[in-house]
């Protein structure tokens, strides 16, 4: 009977082993060392074409080293895998980051990169170089890292120290980024006083025939499009106008005198020159002449203002006209 009987075998079969040999990520160190790189040129060097392609390469370099953690040695890809995934993982962490670092009111710039792609590509590099576990070859390098036991006590006051100056830099510059601070570009302005150098001086009732002074502060901040002789020529133009003016009526000149006869679309033109972050100050003396007509007194309470000094800077970049109002009453 044995020389019928089949070889026993077993009912389920084995399984087959799980394939141990995966993707090795060999450009790890590479990745990892444009990101260095592109750290250190981020801060000394200036922006320019090299900054902004290296920039563009330590992008992709930390969503390879995503990949390279998530993946590690245990999943067989391809190139083309592997080259989909790194652009796929380089939008998504760089999306990620830049909303992560703008919810704390840190602006979104190639820092990013910095501040998220460094501590991915150290640990990638540091997981993928031991074959044990990876989260406890981390943890046992930060520990080994943080071993102060064989320092005397001064050396670990002075290491305490250190540490506690990087924690207190890390956060000083997290909150500078809540600081307001003006543009280091600011617009033209132009403003009136009176003549004591107060806003709330300015003269606002005219008695016809009679002059009033009124200074005019020009501050020639720096503008994109400012003169490369470095001196800016601008036009200041003064007028009277009726309150209830409708903005088509033609305005006529006056010429240059002392004080200025400004009537009912009185118009006068003067050239002033103004420096990069500097101030021109000029002083008008202003009468209304005895042919204007006052404005009408009500039955009961003030008389209202019923002309309007305009004060307008022109020359600027872009054709715009800065202004400023003076709404008066003539009696």
């Not at 320019?48 to 890809?77: N, T």
């Not at 670092?101 to 998220?116: D, K």
């Not at 033109?269 to 009408?296: D, H, L």
Request: net charge positive; hydrophobic share 50%.
């Amino acid at each position: 009977m044995g020389l019928f009987r089949s070889p026993e075998r077993p009912v389920i079969p084995d399984e087959e082993p799980y394939p141990t040999a995966g993707t090795t990520f060999p450009f790890v160190p590479l990745a990892v060392g444009v990101l260095v790189l592109h750290a250190i040129l981020a801060v000394t060097y200036p922006l320019s074409v090299l900054r902004s392609v290296l920039a563009i390469g330590a992008f992709f370099g930390m969503g390879y080293c995503v990949l390279a953690l998530i993946v590690g040695g245990r999943v067989r890809m391809s190139a083309a895998e592997i080259l989909a995934f790194t652009v796929g993982l380089t939008i998504l962490v760089t999306s990620l980051s830049a909303l992560a670092v703008s919810i704390i009111g840190i602006p979104i710039t190639e820092f990013a990169v910095v501040i998220l792609g460094l501590p991915i590509g150290f640990l990638t590099l540091l997981v993928r170089r031991a074959p044990a576990h990876p989260w406890r070859v981390s943890v046992d390098f930060l520990r080994r890292y943080l071993d102060f036991s064989d320092y005397s006590l001064t050396e670990k006051r002075v290491a305490a120290l250190l540490f506690a100056g990087i924690l207190g830099a890390l956060v000083a510059w997290v909150g500078l980024s809540a600081v307001q601070y003006p543009s280091p570009r600011l617009s033209m302005g132009i403003g009136i006083t009176g003549v004591d150098g107060r806003a709330d001086s300015v003269p606002t009732t005219f008695v016809r025939g009679t002059a009033q002074t009124i200074v005019v502060y020009v501050l020639g901040n720096v503008t994109p499009a400012w003169p490369a002789n470095g001196v800016g020529s601008f036009s200041l133009r003064i007028r009277m106008a009726p309150a209830n003016a409708t903005g088509t009526e033609p305005f006529h000149s006056i010429p240059a005198a002392s004080p200025l006869p400004l009537d009912a679309f009185a118009q006068y033109n003067e050239t002033i020159v103004v420096e990069p972050n500097g101030q021109s100050t000029k002083s008008f003396s202003i009468s209304v002449p005895p042919s204007v007509t006052p404005c009408p007194k009500p039955p009961t309470g003030p008389t209202q203002p019923c002309y309007v000094f305009r004060f307008e800077l022109l020359g600027l970049a872009g054709n715009g006209i800065l202004r400023s109002l003076a709404p008066i009453v003539v009696t």
